[in-house]
């Protein structure tokens, strides 16, 4: 279970998150949603690694990971996947998957599972293109298929439909259901509550950094 | 469309063919290197070999730049620091020991030493990593005058630099050859590897290399060590071309010299860098005799134009599809 | 101890004008200039042959001003043109100042280093005339900084971005600063030269103390006067100590 515990976040005088607490199992998808600058992002940040709170606690499992950064935490099967897409660019969509891939298995079952993916997420047509020259929909696609190749068991998705039209939407959210299926805890961001309903067990607010369930 | 062939094209396949590809090119490159410059001391053109000696360390360190580039993503103005660290050590132990095995030492302690250096830099953000590394490269540069040693009661150094003993140009030849061929072949062969690809994914994105666990603090060790040391190694070498050290080891022409010779050359190829170190190293040479040091003005055109070039380039690759 | 005193202050004269050259030109114009080293050799050659064809003096100084500030605008123009940003604007000035300090070599082929005969400007008065170049470019950054220019200033020092939207025109005062940050190098260069033998790379060991004490000091990230202030405090740290290490 990955759980934070009375954290809170302040930027200068800014307090952007107060006291939060939540829990989040395996096999849960969670939803949070808010206005822009309600903290959505930090939430997700503060979970990943990327940054830190300014006072409360972070457990996976019941170990405290607060201090540890991003990369170790990524190692303990938690994923994140940023908001505006971060491919590495001068790599192919399967030198992308491959790598990330890599760092969980031998050579040849991470290049046979970075196949896999590259169906299941409906890439492998572009695999052999530069990521950097991808469509904006397809950048997303190949941000959470990154994401899910690091073999989690915590996934955070931070606001997936940001920017993306409505057919490149429809092929998110039929991914995100897909990924329910693979028994890992899922955290949603979003402007609306509209567009995670169907999507996910809860659904919960946040507004001036406090979080509520609705 | 027959569904046999259809079912073959695999994104497996499509990387695996395209890794073979990429092979092939690469031996054909290395046979090719390997026929050029044993063509070139069977010459016996003197000055044709002392030119292609000079050209082949310029390429060594042009190479050892280009891994901290094209893995680390970083650009380095200050690759004079192993390289001159490298040249003015081998000198100062070869005079005080008088013993050749010593420049084997300074090599690889010059090597250590700038690495180091080179790691802790490497903390600081991109653009800011190229600004620091320039400075510290040019305070060494501006600092070496002051390196004086006391022989025989006499102070020798300063600007004038130290002379040490003198190698057949052939053994030299034939070492910063074997040298450049090594390490061409190093880090082709490397580039190739899947271990190259936790590099190259820090060298696009530190940050998303991080959230896929990747560990870059480790990985900008390895860049700095694998970078620093051939860079040194081509400093000892251009201390025994000459057989004479001088601040201008350090200086800012060699500092730029990496960076302009890989301003025309292709994405990540190392051919083309040593193309690239090979032309200017003779067009260099070339507009000496006209009049002599003009190509500084050479260097100054190219780096003025270098970000003009560079995105042109860019623009070819993404509309040719690399 | 006086005397070691007198060089450290006048040290820190020297030192905080090119920083604060260095500064205005990085937070202004948006680039490192590393092509002030090579314009502060420009100032030398101009104080070489003004002096050594006996040339009036006031006018060569005015010369080498004006000329620099030309030669500033002109890297200010090729840099908005080829250049897209921080880094490449920096590797362009590179460029220019490398091309520059060739062209002084190969125009003056006499010698590598060249000397101006007599003490044509006798230290106590190039002290007082580097003061006195502090004293002005200090005045002149505190009227700047008070009035209604300052503000944009200072908002350009804040976010470049922001104050082109809010209908700043930056590109003129990144022009203006270019082009009186070379002056003012050029400026140290005429008058500076007369104690030392003049080559092309004259000014690369002051440009590179500029770049670190306008380094050091922008830690402190303050914006407007008072950062060119805290220059100075630096400069006079940055002179303590190495009068101690030299």
Known sequence: ?214 | MNPEVEEKITPLRIYRKTISSKKRKFAFELLSLIVILSAIILTGNFFLIWLTSLALIYSSLTLSWAFMEDMGGRTSLGHTIPFGLSAYLSAILLILTKRPESVLFSWIAAGMVSAIIFYILSRIDRVGFVFITFIVGASAWLISPLILLKVNGELIGGEEGFSIFTISLERIYIISSTFMILLFAFFSLFSLNYRSLVFKAMRDDEKAARASGIKIDRLKLYISIISCIPASISGGLYALLFSHVSPDSFSIHIAIFPFIASVFSRDESLSGRIVGSFILVFISNYMNSLLPESYLLLYAAILILSPRIVRMRFFRMEILGG | MAVSFISVISSTIFLSIFAVAVSLNFRIARFLNLSHGSIYALGGYISFFTFSLHFNAFLGFLTSAVFSFITGAILFLLVKKIGKNLLEATIISLGFGIGLEEILRLTNRTGYYLIIGENVIPTDLRENLNFLIFLLVFFFLLAIYRSQTGIKLKFIEEDSTLAEIYGVNTEKYALLCTGFTSSIIASLGFINSTSQAIFPAIGWSPLISGILIAAFASIFRTTGFLHYLRISAVALVYSLILSFII
């Open chain 1, 1 to 214: 279970m990955l759980k934070l515990r009375d954290v809170s976040k302040k930027f200068n005088s800014l307090m952007v998150l107060k006291k939060i607490n939540l829990d989040i199992r395996t096999g849960e998808t969670i939803g949070i949603y808010g206005p822009n600058g309600s903290g959505k992002s930090t939430l997700l940040k503060i979970l990943s690694g990327f940054t830190k709170p300014s006072c409360g606690k972070v457990f996976i499992n019941d170990r405290d990971i607060t201090e540890m950064p991003a990369e170790k935490r990524a190692e303990l099967g938690i994923a994140y996947a940023f908001q505006i897409p971060r491919p590495f660019e001068r790599l192919t969509v399967f030198e992308n998957i491959y790598t990330t891939s890599l760092l969980r298995s031998d050579p040849e079952e991470a290049a046979i599972k970075t196949e896999e993916l590259l169906y299941q997420f409906e890439l492998s047509d572009v695999s052999d293109s530069i990521a950097a020259n991808l469509s904006q929909g397809e950048m997303k696609l190949l941000e959470i298929c990154r994401s899910v190749a690091t073999q989690p068991d915590f996934l955070l998705l931070d606001e997936p439909f940001a920017a993306l039209d409505k057919e490149n939407a429809r092929v998110i959210r039929r991914k995100i259901r897909m990924l329910r299926s693979m028994d890992m805890g899922i955290v949603i961001t979003a402007h609306r509550s509209r567009i995670l309903e169907g999507l996910v067990d809860r659904i919960m607010k946040i507004e001036y950094g406090i979080l509520n369930r609705e």
